[in-house]
């Protein structure tokens, strides 16, 4: 697979904790399902409209092409809400997320948010016959740097691709979908994820990651714990922090929104890990969702769940942490320099000067 | 009982909507219990620390004596936070409350919450032998008008008596508990109840309101829509709405937290049908429970739980807004004159002037 | 004006309590404007995409034309959240609003959202030619009862319309712009707005409030604290309450976010006067700002501000009650009888019975 | 000084970002005092009210000796609520603190809250006389490891104590106040505190930190970024994340409650540094005040304030998460190893060994 050529941090050497599940994707949570639309194209002076193009969309959905059928519950938590989610206020009231979650550019948030209600017009009867209403989860992060990010060239009809694409399996990193503009901690950041495979005494649930990540100072990323932003060369200069994370949470562990809550708010600590402070400029903006307890949302009768007590969350919880931790990490060794607009140049990370700083710190195993 | 001697809202014929449970009693939710410790000594000139007393303190208990031993699903709500709940944070993190709710006055919250874990402390072993916290809800509103407050005469045995009294059936209300030296309208306030029975094909269910009410201003007071406030004669003159109010509502509906959380939210909607505009100084805050999910919150293994569709809640919703808008108009009517502090006076909102006014606006239904 | 050839509540001598300012409107508030798009067109079947169209967009700014250059604090709540308002996550965190609110229906958030953006870009050099980014805030209330909602008919030159439309001076209330398809209390609803002007001793200041109001159930509307739904002819069935209301509260008095949550949060005791119990299938989603404090959002620097105490909010907090009560009634009062997609009718309340049945509970003033 | 004659986590050649204050502690910050209550006695096997005791109350006042007379602005966040923070809801709503910071242990949060009132009534005139209420903040995290905690010792002398003993200058560390029971990552834990001093193109502000830790896992901590829980000797065996954290942060940059809650939001990222996972069993409760704007509470008149933009308040978000950084360590350092009931033992983290841990890692500066 094209997505698994490319060396991730495990293969760089870089420790991380815990036991990842088979892909180390967010995609090992069986159900969840990933597409992309990467929009790349042209090059040199920007021309508003016309270009150059760094920019795309993201698909999560929970539960594959079900994803309008059956909703999962679902719960959302901002640290610095420089950003957008859409939907977010009735994922807050109703416990349900009730379609994909979408990602996208900052400017792009409406066309993606009316796509979505417009494929599922176009794909669903009832929708399109009844008195139907819907409130897509859409969030962004700002690719203007590299991006004709006002020309507006993100389009309903690369919404439904994305949707469309979406596969389980290994799951593409760095440049693709919404990611492809990123800029994280002074390098070129973009799309990331990694999972846990909890042991069979603490249920042996999976938990997953995807992140969009474009957040940071290079200044203060750590990576395994090593201050090694300020040791490599210097990527872009960056004044201040003023991108955006956002986060997605998967989890086949049953839990209930206000659990989900509790994993949403996990996701600074493994924020803290990497180095992040969350500047002022950040959209910091974290979705949970567990695809246990299918047809809870059924309109009708009550329903029978399943609940994981609150005392049997703790292995969720540092999963959460460790998968974050790890996912900025691996969305920034994915990531491939990049020119956009203005001839603006984002480098990638350099792998090798990673590895050095690491053994000087006595923290790089032996690369696989 | 002594507890229905006194005629109540609707036998003066002030009409509500809905229907009632037996006992229009939150005691109407199978479990729940309510007791209370009733404060009432000395008379004339305030002298810190010997009285005058008129305060108290309440008690509900979710599922009776097994208070501590099965959790309810529960969540709460601030309409305006000058007062206290103590115990919130965990409800909001948990989803679930521990032991009872306690109400008492605003200066006697700590000896209460601290005096609810010694009762555990005496009461079952685990919690004296082992490693066990407990986080107690205390909430309260203030007396200082009527009561010495600041002798702090409420101790630890009143808060036990007050558990050990607590029995399902009829509930007193008016000037009894918590709820003794409180003001609401410009009237004498205190302790008042309210339940609704479903029907049928709404689940059937009960839902049950207790509060205790100490908000308000008269001009602003209404009863059953009418604008009773500035057509009585002047109760206590009150430039400003400094009282509080704090709002139990239970129900048998199998909800979860999050749910729990909308019912809460909905209590403003009762208050405003009697005329509240929750001024600076009322602390208004809100608890919901469900006695449903027995077992929930047991520490080891996957529970099983029942979850009402978000579709179905409506009825609840409307339930809570009825219950909440007529425990005020019982508490008051329930309520008697009492003189405290330095010979201050508030007097009790007279049932005949009362009776006179709804009559005037063709809102006086035929009293029972 | 034909704004206000119509009459309004207080016209047909429906009581209130509290002083409007001279216009009764948002307006009041000064700096405020507000500008429409109404979008009619077609007749007959649903042809989707075709029409017939009942739709609209409204814009409010708070400062005029000076929307984007001179952001107002503000704060915003959600009693019940199903339904959209973008961009809350940065009025939260920030403390402010930094463009102007935008009402239209469901369907149709996105490409107003994206077309505030666009607007910016075309209107403000910086933001086309730096780093800058929007998170415009965009809400909505359902109209697919009378309005081709999937046929998406709102297109970004609407929402530039609306904004360049946008005036001060008296309101247009009823069926006009994002309220053009509504209805409310099973009747047909729409715009609406009311102001109160505070007395000197309470600093003067004026609190207006416009909405969009599409919720609730006839048979628990209560106008001036009678139950008229019950006894005026039947509107539209509907079984639930499945509509919305959208609500901004402006003011010119020094409030910090903190505070003017604080004013979004009483909203709901508007609204329980009215009679809602807010449905599950309500997005009840509110908006407040305040236009004091100029310049308190400039990037660069230690801002001076002013700020009211909140020992001085409570008449603040009784005008809010107040306008939203009054608001509602306002729209209803105002929106005509409309038929849309299927020949679908919703029959605006009619006065002269409403006038009747208020005079039954002696509640009718001589008519303006 | 007794309190800085132990070496302290910089000494030890630990290294952290940023540059403190002159005193690297929470009284950096102009006005901020400090004041503990220790109590310590008796040894051996736990009789339940006879001890052994190991507790104690700290006092943290915003103002000094004025803490009641002038409050300010402040917020709150809960990371994990399992845990209490008394006061809050107030402090949510108004947006100020209006006392003292008060942390003891979890069972003796009434004891404390009441005699704080108790206090403010004894030492002003106003409290006593007039209709007045208080909602004091106080926090607490769990000893009962090491104390009798059942056995309810803490007394409100012991709270008076605590807030007249309150001073600048040197802070106490380790076991000292609420934090002389406390076990943290495994090893002693206690109270610790640390403090910033922003550049003069900055603002020059200074913001400490102080906090009581008694949360997290041996196997989770890092400390300068190295996992150096698992490489040090086994302190106590926890298998879970029982304890808690709470965490007063104070800073004289002119913030306004929304901006302060985005610096209680930031403690987070520092405790992910240090390797938290935020356990199910863990209080993490933060506050953050600020002490510019004296006056801004006075009940009568608008007030002038001064406020920070949120351009400007990164270099306060990154020194924030220094400080939660290094006041865990400091906190972990100055504890001294403690038996307590039953003879449980907790060890101090010993020094020799963290220092060769780091040397292995290259992350040992030479000790000072």
Redesign the interface.
Known sequence: MAAQSKPRARDLGIPFDGTPGPLNAITDVHGVEVGYTTLISGSGKLK?GEGPVRTGVTAVLPRGKNVFGDPVFAAWY?????????????V?????LEGPVMITN??????????V??YR?QHNND??NS?????PV?AET?D??LND??G?HVKAEHAFHAIDSAAGGPVQEGNVGGGTGMICNGFKGGTGTASRKLEAKD?GYTLGVLLQCNYGQQE?L?I????VGRELPPGIPRT???GSIIVVVATDA?L????LK?LA??V??????D???????S?D?FIAFSTANPG???????????????????PL??A??QCVEEAVINAMVAAETMTGINNHTVNAIPHQELQDVLR????LLTAK
């Open positions: 508003v901002s640290l610095n809400g420089n950003g957008e989610m859409t939907g977010t206020t009735w807050e009231e109703s416990g349900f900052t400017h792009s948030v409406g066309v993606v948010r009316d796509a209600i417009q017009v929708a399109a008195v139907w209403w819907g409130l859409v700002y203007g740097y990010i006002n507006f249920g203060q750590r395994a714990g090593v201050p201040r922090d003023e049953p209930l929104p206000h659990q509790r708010r996990r600074p600590l493994g924020l803290g890990r180095g992040s402070y969350s500047g002022n400029g959209g903006i809870a949302w059924d309109r009708k009768g009550v329903k029978s769940l399943s609940m994981l007590p609150n005392d049997e969350m703790d919880f540092l959460t942490v000087k710190y006595n923290r």
